[in-house]
């Protein structure tokens, strides 16, 4: 594979690694036990979602921004955004004098609102969808001349990105592999491009996995195609990467610089989740934590040790809540069923009984008489139960069955 590729330099990486750490912290590294049990080879984890702003993006945005000459300072920024890339322009306007304008949906995420606000940002809520704020603050860099700052498709974002991997090598001389998500694909561009050149210099090599969320996997179809393609994306989790088409220099240099790209379903991804906040001690949001979903889902062929690039830990607690839920649920350690039961005094009871034998937890209970199917003589009851894991899960069910009962699970 060739180590010339499109856009930044190694040179260009460099130097935008002094500008970045004006800003952007030097993440920590941090060893995953669990993880390199289950890829068979030493992994650790690259934490962005400790960064300032809670994700990458203040690196690129910070590196854009910064070379802008005093006349277009002047005039201001603008971006469109639901979330991180928001953050980071806000933050690194306000590092640097200048007045941002950020577009968001109506329907954005309060915390993620209120941060942006926080870090100094004039706020425009206007459509809902990011695609209607995004058209929204177009026409507002026509009638204001406003600099627009793109959220991955810029040689300059693509730079300050980049210094991630930077940091990577420095942190883990011995890195053979890392793993990297992408949406539009300004991360894992820089760091691909950052990384495999500075790689050659050593004489070495490295190799790059990018991993998408299954519903908005525009880059698997894009590379086949050999060209940007644009897809009908599907709702995930992992909102932070939902992007329907790649960024065309990002695309150039992704087809050159990674060496493969898996996709991951949004049970894989909260199953990831629950994993970093168990083992880790990590709260990463959905679309930081795809690269460790695809260990976990076993997309990811084990060579040397490895880095998994967790990128952004901005989480709403009420989606983290109901992540959770969802992460449970796949990894078999909470099952929710209805029961049709004899409406007659006592099978409460039994059904309780039969649960406890099975040193199960009930979590929460509802009985009624107004479920759908449900015979006139018949009661439904509703069981949120606390498994140890699918096993243990199955032992219920069965347990249920051979007294009779006809368990349905409810997803």
Avoid: W
């Avoid at 109901?322 to 992460?327: D, H, T």
């Amino acid at each position: 594979m060739s180590t010339s590729f499109a856009g930044p330099t190694l040179a260009d990486f460099e130097a935008a690694r002094e500008v970045v750490s004006a800003v952007a912290q030097v993440t920590p590294i941090e060893e995953s036990r669990y993880l390199s049990t289950r890829l068979g080879v030493p992994v650790v984890l690259k934490c962005e979602n400790l960064q300032r702003t809670g994700a990458y993006k203040i690196r690129g945005a910070f590196n854009r921004i910064s070379k802008l000459n005093a006349e277009e300072r002047e005039r201001g920024v603008v971006a469109a955004s639901a979330g991180n890339h928001a953050q980071g322009v806000a933050l690194a306007a306000n590092a640097l004098g200048i007045h941002s304008t950020i577009f968001m949906p109506m329907g954005v995420a309060l915390p993620k609102f209120l941060a942006t606000r926080d870090y100094g940002a004039e706020i425009v809520l206007r459509g809902g969808t990011f695609q209607e704020a995004l058209a929204a603050s177009l026409e507002f860099v026509e009638k204001s001349g406003a600099v627009f700052i793109p959220p991955y498709d810029h040689a300059d974002i693509i730079a300050g990105q980049g210094t991630v991997g930077l940091e990577v090598m420095d942190q883990v001389p011995d890195v053979e592999t890392i793993i990297v998500p992408i949406g539009g694909g300004g991360l894992i561009s820089g760091v691909a491009s950052a990384m495999k050149q500075r790689a050659a210099v050593e004489g070495r090599t490295i190799r790059v996995i990018g991993v998408q969320a299954a519903n908005a996997a525009a880059y698997p179809v894009s590379v086949r195609a050999g060209e940007p393609t644009t897809i009908e994306t599907k709702p995930t989790i992992a909102d932070g990467i939902a992007v329907a088409r790649p960024g065309d220099l990002n695309f150039e240099i992704i087809k050159d610089a990674v060496d493969e790209i898996v996709t991951v379903s949004d049970d894989d991804i909260a199953r990831a989740l629950i994993v970093l906040i168990e083992r880790a001690k990590l709260v990463v949001e959905p679309a930081g934590a795809v690269a460790v979903a695809a260990i976990l889902a076993e997309k990811i062929e084990a060579v040397g040790k490895t880095v998994v690039l967790l990128s952004g830990g901005n989480i709403d607690p009420m989606v983290l809540e109901r992540v959770i839920s969802r992460g449970l649920l796949a990894a078999g350690r909470y099952l929710r069923m209805r029961i049709p039961l004899p409406d007659r005094p006592g099978q409460l009871a039994r059904i309780a009984e039969i649960v406890a034998a099975q040193n199960a937890n009930v979590i929460e209970v509802l009985h009624t008489r107004h479920g759908a199917g449900l015979q006139i003589t018949q009661v439904e009851l509703e069981v949120h139960i606390e498994t140890r894991g699918d096993d243990h899960a199955a032992q219920i069910l069965d347990a249920l069955r051979a007294e009779g009962y006809e368990p349905r699970l409810d997803y």
